[in-house]
């Protein structure tokens, strides 16, 4: 059961029926699987669409009985992965960071974080996601190893692992094949770091090349 469904939907208890329909329905259609297939954080937003569907329910179930629950406002119990309370969507400074993501000004995110004081999982997943987007790969890899390393079984965390790692072996390949020649940014392929960008760009909600 969850702590909070009111607080998942993000109406208050007083709100009527079609306000949490209404609530319900835009949280589904932005969480719904096909809206992000395709989409790295996929499983984070299946667990949040789940849980939108598991909230709605819940609070329907309540009003069809007659149920006046008093739901604290303590934050959900939802887990967005199998490896750790996610809790980075009830902090406005995160939310501020997503979002400096989400319209891809990384360096105004990179700036936001650094005001955090609670250096979270999704603290250094977001620190990732912003220097990838920079370009700046070996700082995001040391991001992404150090979040897999608090929460191991982080489904997301070890995506984003797993594509750092093998951007930075491709780098590490074409500098041996080309004479060591550094580019000052990306893993020197250039289909590989419009990938890159692309599938950061997407997983925040937005789209550099419709084509990939």
């Not at 739901?71 to 400074?93: I, L, M, V």
Request: with cysteine.
């Amino acid at each position: 059961m969850i702590t909070n469904p009111y607080q998942v939907l993000g109406v208050p208890s007083s709100a009527s029926d079609d306000k949490i329909k209404k609530a319900y329905r835009e949280l589904s259609r932005k969480y719904h699987p096909d809206t992000n297939a395709n989409n790295p954080l996929a499983d984070l937003a299946e667990e949040k669409f789940k849980e939108v569907q598991e909230a709605y329910q819940q609070i329907m179930d309540d009003r069809e009985h007659g149920s006046q629950k008093s739901y604290s406002s303590a934050n959900s119990s939802s887990q967005f992965n199998s490896g750790g309370t996610n809790t980075w969507q009830s902090d406005p400074k995160m939310v501020a960071v997503a979002n400096y993501l989400n319209s891809r000004h990384y360096k105004e995110a990179l700036n936001a974080l650094s005001d955090i004081n609670s250096r979270s999982g999704y603290w250094n997943y977001f620190n990732a996601l912003a220097h990838a987007g920079l370009g700046n790969n070996m700082e995001a890899l040391n991001f992404a190893r150090q979040a897999v390393n608090m929460e191991p079984n982080n489904t997301e965390f070890n995506d984003l692992l797993s594509r750092l790692s093998w951007g930075g072996r491709r780098y590490q390949n074409n500098s041996q094949g080309y004479g060591n020649n550094q580019s000052p940014c990306g893993t020197g392929n250039i289909c590989c770091d419009l990938w890159c960008a692309d599938s950061l760009c997407e997983c925040m909600g937005g789209d550099l090349c419709a084509c990939m």
